[in-house]
Every structure is written in structure tokens, then in C-alpha cells.
């Protein structure tokens, strides 16, 4: 999975700079992030407890069920053992809320730093770069969280996504099905595998 995600990766890559001087779709799906309201991360073994709760939400009978265990996944995820790391994410999500994205990045270069095993670190700077259009950065971060936690439904997402706008629809429609079978209960995600499956099974016949 994680050679074949890095592939994506670069083909994406060699037409990243055409693409983002294309227009978007403004109502285009936006990659998984999580929510403001967290629980409290488990204690316990870190790896055991996301086997657990990503074993239980590939088998949740409802999206309520799905949504609690995937926050309680990105509890996890979110949770570092840095008191230094997690005191500048806060501060991260305040200058993304603000919509000040260098402010952002260079919060997150100081916390990556500190912590390159941070994964949601590596995750939360893609979506900043993908906020600012560039797909070449996000990609490249992308691979990094990936390669670190291949189960991760909002980079998976992030990628699909991507892939789309970049005119890759066959790849993006492989991510983001990979990110289905992880989380079945994805949000907007089913929809857009529905469009895509659509227009490219079409394409094959």
C-alpha cells in the first residue's frame, strides 16, 4: 500500500504546476479533518488502541457508531507526548481558523522539529499547503503520513481529493476506495466514489 501510495504521489506530481493554476470547483469535497470537540486520548498502549477502535469502525453498524470511534481515533492521532508540540497545535488550528496559513506552517515546521514522528503534524501541514493550492507540498507531506500510519482515512482522503482535481480520476477513485475499506462510514466520501465510479467504469466499457 505504502509503494503504491507513493507512486500516486509522483505521478501527481510531474503535472502539479498546470493544475493548480486551473480553477477549482468551489463545492468540491474537502479532505477528512477532525473535529473541534474531541474525547480524551485512551491510556494505555497507543498501537493496540488504534488497532482496536480501527478494527471496530470497519465493522460500525451506523455513521453515529462510525463517528465515535473515528473521533476517538483522531484523539489518538491528535495526542502527542510533547507538551510543547500540543500546546503549538492549538495555536495551529487558531491561525487556520483565522485562515493566516504561513502563520500556520511555520507553527507546524517548529512542531515537526520537535516531533518528526508527529503524524497528525505531517497531516494537518498537508491540508494547509492544500488550502493554498499547493498540491506539490501537500503530496509530499501526504507520503509522509502515510508511510507512517497507512490506515490514515484523512490523508487517504486528502489524496483522493487531490488526484481529482489534478484530472487523475482512475487513481483517485483507488485511494479513495482504499480509505472506504478502512472507514466505511466516511463522510462525503461515498458520494464521491459514486461519481467517479460513474464516470470511469464508464469510461472502460
Known amino acids: 500500500m505504502i509503494r503504491l501510495v507513493a507512486l500516486l504521489i509522483l505521478v501527481a506530481l510531474t503535472w502539479v504546476v498546470p493544475a493548480c493554476a486551473e480553477a477549482v470547483d468551489p463545492e468540491a469535497v474537502r479532505p477528512v479533518e477532525p473535529p473541534s470537540n474531541l474525547p480524551r486520548a485512551q491510556h494505555g498502549d497507543r498501537t493496540q488502541n488504534l488497532d482496536r477502535l480501527f478494527e471496530a469502525l470497519k465493522i460500525a453498524p451506523d455513521e453515529e457508531s ?17 507538551d510543547t508540540a500540543n500546546l503549538l497545535m ?31 503534524a505531517w497531516n494537518r501541514r498537508a491540508t494547509v499547503y492544500y488550502a493554498k493550492k499547493d498540491f506539490g507540498r501537500a503530496l509530499s507531506d501526504i507520503q509522509q503520513v502515510l508511510a507512517r500510519e497507512p490506515r490514515h482515512f484523512g490523508a487517504l482522503s486528502g489524496l483522493g481529493i487531490i488526484l481529482q482535481e489534478l484530472g487523475d480520476e482512475k487513481h483517485a477513485l483507488e485511494v479513495l ?3 472506504l ?11 464521491l466514489v459514486k461519481k467517479l465510479s460513474d464516470k470511469v467504469d464508464g469510461r472502460d466499457i
Open 90 to 120: 492549538g495555536r495551529v488550528k487558531t491561525a487556520v481558523d483565522a485562515q493566516e496559513y504561513d502563520l500556520a506552517i511555520k507553527l507546524l515546521d517548529a512542531i515537526l522539529d520537535i516531533k518528526p514522528d508527529f503524524v497528525e
Open 177 to 179: 476506495r482504499r480509505a
Open 66 to 82: 462510525a463517528k465515535y470511534i473515528e473521533n476517538r481515533i483522531w484523539a489518538i492521532w491528535l495526542s502527542s507526548s510533547s
Open 181 to 191: 475499506a478502512i472507514h466505511p462510514h466516511l463522510e462525503r466520501i461515498p458520494d
